[in-house]
Nanobody, 122 residues
C-alpha cells in the first residue's frame, strides 16, 4: 500500500487548505485513515481519524472546530483546514491502520505516506 498526501502549501493566517490522501496498491475498505502532523523540532502528533466506513470521525482538541476529516471512498481521505494559524505549520502525514482509534499511537499505524508541508504565515 502506498499513501500520497498532497495539497499543502503556503497560506496566510486565517486562510484555508484542503489536504488529500490517496492510497494505491490495495483497496483499504476496512482500514481507518488518519492524519498526523509534525512541526519542526517536535514529535508527530495526531490530528484526525475516520473509520473505514466514514461514519465516525475524531478530531484532536487542538484543531477542533477548524479542521474536518472526510472520506470520499475507501482509498481517498481529505483534511479540510479552516482559519489556519501559524502554529499549524507542519508537515502533514496520512496513515492507515485496520484498527480505529480516537487516540491513536503513531507507532501502531500500518502504512504511512510521505508528508505534505503546510506553512502558515502571520
Amino acid at each position: 500500500v502506498q499513501l500520497q498526501a498532497s495539497g499543502g502549501g503556503l497560506v496566510q493566517a486565517g486562510g484555508s487548505l484542503r489536504l488529500s490522501c490517496a492510497a494505491s496498491g490495495d483497496t483499504l475498505t476496512y482500514y481507518s485513515m488518519y492524519w498526523f502532523r509534525q512541526a519542526p523540532g517536535k514529535e508527530r502528533t495526531f490530528i484526525a481519524s475516520v473509520v473505514w466506513g466514514g461514519g465516525v470521525t475524531t478530531v484532536a482538541d487542538s484543531v477542533k472546530g477548524r479542521f474536518t476529516i472526510s472520506r470520499a471512498n475507501a482509498n481517498t481521505v481529505y483534511l479540510q483546514m479552516e482559519d489556519l494559524k501559524p502554529e499549524d505549520t507542519a508537515v502533514y502525514y496520512c496513515a492507515t491502520d485496520r484498527i480505529y482509534s480516537s487516540m491513536p499511537n503513531a507507532d501502531a499505524m500500518d502504512y504511512w505516506g510521505k508528508g505534505t508541508l503546510v506553512t502558515v504565515s502571520s
